[in-house]
């Protein structure tokens, strides 16, 4: 069975930085396109970055650009989100989701793993 799970959320102060990992499970890691999503408060879930199964095609939402950086190392089946210079903005559920390259929507999604921004 597909699997996906996120690590490395916590707690950051405004400014500070965090890297989430997503691990896959299932073999099929390589052969997907992967995205981060986040949920904040009273919010609806919204794309923050994706990146194509070989990582040669990146995407992120305006409001990360500069800030945020997604990479992928198939090899070991991990899919990465740096985040610097977070924001209150950027508190969140932040999930990682898989599609197949010819999916228009994602069909594997994480757990979640809460990122917290204070102060």
């Known amino acids: 069975q597909a699997q996906l799970v996120e690590f490395g959320g916590g707690l950051v102060q405004t400014g500070g930085s965090l890297t989430l990992s997503c691990l896959g499970a299932?073999?099929?890691?390589?052969?997907?396109?992967m995205g981060w999503f986040r949920q904040g408060p009273g919010k609806e879930r919204e794309f923050v970055a994706a990146?194509?199964?070989?990582?040669?095609?990146?995407y992120y939402r305006s409001s990360v650009k500069g800030r945020f950086t997604i990479s992928r190392d198939n090899a070991k089946n991990t899919m990465y989100l740096q985040m610097n210079n977070l924001m209150s903005e950027d508190t969140g559920i932040y999930y990682c989701?898989?599609?197949?390259?010819?999916?228009?929507?994602?069909?594997?999604w994480g757990q979640g793993t809460q990122v917290t921004v204070s102060s």
């Open positions: 989701a898989a599609k197949k390259r010819s999916a228009s929507s994602y069909d594997y």
């Open positions: 990146i194509s199964r070989y990582g040669d095609d990146i």
């Open positions: 299932g073999g099929f890691f390589s052969a997907y396109d």
